[in-house]
């Protein structure tokens, strides 16, 4: 296996982590309505992310010294934006079920 074949995995979960970081905040802090899929089975989706963040921090860790200068700040923060954004919606997803079911 070269290694942009075994990068381009990476590459793509980090672009699909990324999106629904984005989608879910965006549900939480403004107006938007998701599809029943990712609403109905959210605890499902925090796991996914938290399993996809941690395998990416994992990359970060291992692979630093051999990232492109250039893309190290925007996948350090990318991978920190995930991080925290899987957080806000751990607590926000489960301080919601705890007091409102």
């Known amino acids: 296996m070269t290694v942009s074949s075994s990068i381009r995995p990476l590459n793509v979960l980090f672009l699909a982590l990324v999106t629904l970081q984005t989608l879910f905040v ?3 802090t ?3 309505t998701l599809p029943a899929v990712l609403v109905d089975h959210r605890s499902g989706w ?5 399993l ?6 994992v990359d970060l860790v291992v692979r630093f010294d051999e990232l492109h200068p250039k893309r190290k700040p925007f996948y350090l923060l990318g991978i920190a934006g995930c991080a ?3 957080c806000f919606q751990f607590f926000v997803h489960y301080l919601d079920s705890a007091l409102m079911n």
Request: no cysteine; hydrophobic share 70%.
């Open 26 to 28: 965006l549900e939480l």
């Open 30 to 32: 403004a107006d938007l």
């Open 46 to 50: 925090l796991l996914a992310e938290f």
């Open 52 to 57: 996809g963040t941690a395998v990416l921090f």
């Open 84 to 86: 925290m954004g899987w």
